[in-house]
């Protein structure tokens, strides 16, 4: 088993103190970040039994991409801030782990470099105030070779954190997905008149299926379809938005009722084990996206490291899927859990 507690606190120590807090952080009073793992604790798993489990695979795939197991890498902000590797190792762990990376847009590498060592990986967007340079980094990603553009919905501002931290980010100026030119410009923050027309523009302009994460609801998952998103992620953006809002595990069930049947549904948001990955499956999304474990391993031990989690994450995802009586994903069904 991952022991992810230890992992925190190596990382904790390996890392600056303002770092480790911006990547540790939730917004407000935290209520949400303390929540988001014990929600995943508190569903109750209904094992089948006598199956044939002697050929489990957690093999999946997500938009045609097939990958070794149903965890993708979340995206993060600003990977060198916890190793000189940074977003190259991540992809690269990525790749060797068979899993898929969701790029941050506020990146401290440049695209072209991740994708050089990632292979396949999908692109996050912010809205931006400046369309222009939104659609821009859209284009340039598609031509980079990302293979969908993963729309944030769940940011029209970026929530404050606990007193004493930046709103944001420490002022590193190292967000090198813009090539810096922008960093202090405010049309290079998020657009507050962000809307169900951006979604569709960046479809049209990148020629990439569109992924809206940060959806918590049936109605906002039924608008994020009818804008042209090709799959949403229930997300709570790790406790770092609006706090209070429903944990994932609790939206999952009423988002699949939604619009299952029209696309796929990833979530994330406090995953942290092969038990919460079948559980996240049995609620009816197909995959989900880790976040900070991956910024620990990376603080921790580079690239190696992130690559050794994401292994040991799909070793446990086909333990849990064996001993639940499942011999593959696709077996994962509704019983598994008690409502
Ligand atoms: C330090 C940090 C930076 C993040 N940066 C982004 C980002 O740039 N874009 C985005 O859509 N989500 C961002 N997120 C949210 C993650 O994509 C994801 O929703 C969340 O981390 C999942 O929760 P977990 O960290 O508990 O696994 C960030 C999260 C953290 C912790």
């Known amino acids: 088993m991952i022991d ?10 390996a890392l600056p103190r303002d770092v480790f807090a911006y990547f540790a952080a939730g917004a407000g009073d935290e209520t949400t970040l303390a929540r988001q793992e014990r ?10 039994v006598l199956r044939d489990v002697s050929a489990t695979s957690a093999a999946s795939q997500v938009l045609g991409h097939p990958i070794t197991s149903p965890v993708l890498v979340a995206p993060t902000a600003m990977h060198r801030l916890a190793h000189p590797e940074g977003e190259v190792g991540v992809a690269r762990a990525a790749r060797a782990a068979g899993s898929l990376l969701v790029l941050s847009m506020r990146s401290s590498t440049r695209v ?4 050089a060592a990632a292979g396949p990986f999908w692109q996050q967007l ?8 939104t659609d821009e980094v859209g284009r340039r990603a598609a031509a980079a070779g990302a293979l969908a553009l993963v729309v944030t919905v769940d940011t029209p501002r970026v929530a404050r954190k606990r007193a004493g931290l930046p709103v944001s980010r420490p002022s590193t100026g190292i967000i090198e997905s813009l090539d810096h ?8 923050m998020q657009a507050e008149d962000v809307g169900p027309r951006d979604l569709e523009r960046l479809a049209e302009n990148s020629g990439l299926p569109v992924v809206a994460k940060g959806v918590l609801t049936a109605e906002a998952a039924r608008d994020c379809v009818a804008a ?41 948001g406090g995953v942290r084990t092969g038990s919460h990955v079948l559980k996240a499956l049995a609620l009816g999304a197909r995959a989900v996206l880790i976040g ?11 690239s190696d490291r992130v690559r050794d989690l994401l292994v040991d994450m799909a070793s446990e995802v086909e333990e849990a899927l064996a001993l639940a009586g499942c011999p593959s994903c ?9 409502r």
Do not use: F, K, M, N
Not at 181 to 188: G, K, S, T
Not at 234 to 239: L, M
Not at 260 to 268: A, H, K, T
Not at 292 to 302: D, E, H, N, Y
């Open 330 to 338: 696709t077996d994962v069904g509704p019983d598994l859990v008690r």
């Open 39 to 48: 929600a995943w604790d508190e569903v109750l798993l209904r094992p089948r």
């Open 112 to 115: 072209e470099a991740v994708a």
């Open 292 to 302: 900070r474990p991956v910024i620990w391993a990376l603080a921790t031990g580079g």
């Open 4 to 13: 992810h507690a230890s992992l925190r606190d190596r990382a904790e120590a």
């Open 181 to 188: 030119r922008h960093v202090a410009d405010p049309r290079l």
């Open 228 to 268: 042209g998103a090709s799959a949403v992620v229930v997300s709570t953006h790790g406790g770092r938005q609006l706090d209070g809002v429903v944990p994932a595990p609790l939206a999952l069930p009423e988002v699949v009722e939604a619009v299952g049947d029209q696309v796929e549904v990833y979530v994330d």
């Open 126 to 133: 912010y809205v931006l105030q400046d369309r222009g340079v």
